[in-house]
């Protein structure tokens, strides 16, 4: 990419001890470029009413301008209708949409549901639940010692038996990206939906969701340079069709009576009540501001800024990165642990450095477990990062490698 956008970002221009900000946190959630910022101002001064409610010009544009939305998006992960688009206020939401509407009621006593333990919490806690109150097994695929899936265990895991498999495609603690066109195709085989946790994938390179071939694909929009408060359920449209409402109220119906009510179409009938028009704006113009870049140029650069992390990092004999060693295999983020030094003091001496970065478990409680940690630093890598972010990052960690040193 040849031009800078960093100053696209007022947050990134925040100064601490004489030196601007090193965000590095990206998986947490992203900063917000002007544009958004801007389209969301606009949206409140010129448009702002209630959508399909009204007659009047104020709340078509509000009709509008969330349509609009939707169908961006649509053409975003190249889905086949708009209807196969529903906004959640958040990716947890999204999951738990599928969980308790397709989860608890085309689950039965026996079924498998296949996940991976790599999985954010988001898209494991729900799936113990309709396990628990289906009487369904619910099984685990487990990382190497890279943090990849095998295809031995992808096929050991995948069963006759199995009727969903939930899967990450970018770990979010991890960096892994998981070969889910693969898992798609061998799931299917064995009559098992697909459901495809993008919140760190879709942001950072370009993803197809007819190539991929996912039954659902859940993104949350504020690591997409999007306002918090919006998130995407992707499904494909026969079965959300067959998928109940899980919320009731207004403008998810069609007609309601005394003793029963009938639903609206997709993908209202999913939208239950007012819903957040403002960051279905800002999620739009995020989506315009990354078109404009090109994924491609974005996932370029992203594995450019690793590999150049990398490189660094692990010239450091105390310093231990997890996840996969090949770079083509890894997405922008970077978990690691310094020698004799807890996470969460990492992060904590970082912040005196100017340098935001994540420790603790990342909600991924049961893969901490498997590996035998407790917890990890996390560093995560987006286009408004540079070379320069890069070697401060790797100046705290010896800066705080040596502080600790002189207390041994």
Known sequence: MNRDYLKDFPTLNREKNGKRIAYLDSAATTQKPIAVIEAIKDYYEKINANPHRGAYELSVLATEAYDEAREKVRKFINAEGSEEIIF???????????????????????????????????????????????????????????????????????????????????????????????????????????????????????????????????????????????????????????????????????????????????????????????????????????????????EKYEKELVSYALDKMNKLEYVKVYGPKEVEKRGGVISFQIEGVHPHDVASIFDTFGVCIRAGNHCAQPLMRYMGINATSRASIYLYNDKEDVDRLVEAIEKTYEMFSKWR
């Open 88 to 298: 959640t206020k958040n990716a947890t939401e999204a999951f738990n949409l599928v969980a308790m509407s397709y989860g608890m009621n085309f689950i039965n006593e026996g079924d498998e549901i296949v996940i991976s333990i790599a999985e954010h919490h988001s898209n494991l806690i729900p799936w113990q639940q309709v396990a628990r109150a289906k009487g369904a097994i619910l099984k685990y695929m487990y990382t190497n010692e890279n943090g990849e899936l095998t295809e031995e265990e992808i096929k050991s895991k995948i069963t006759d038996k199995t009727k969903i498999v939930a899967v990450t495609q970018v770990s979010n603690a991890l960096g892994t990206i998981n070969p889910v066109k693969e898992i798609a195709e061998y799931a299917h085989s064995k009559g098992a939906i697909v459901i495809v946790d993008g919140a760190q994938s879709v942001p950072h390179m370009k993803v197809d969701v007819r190539d991929i071939n996912a039954d659902f694909l859940i993104i949350a929009g504020h690591k997409l340079l999007a306002p918090m408060g919006i998130g995407v359920l992707y499904g494909k449209k026969d079965l959300l069709e067959k998928m109940p409402p899980l919320m009731f109220g207004g403008d998810m119906v069609e007609y309601v009576y005394e003793q029963e009510t009938t639903f609206n179409v997709l993908p209202y009938k999913f939208e239950a009540g007012t819903q957040n028009v403002e960051a279905a704006v800002g999620l739009s113009k995020a989506i315009d501001y990354l078109n404009e870049i090109g994924m491609e140029n974005i």
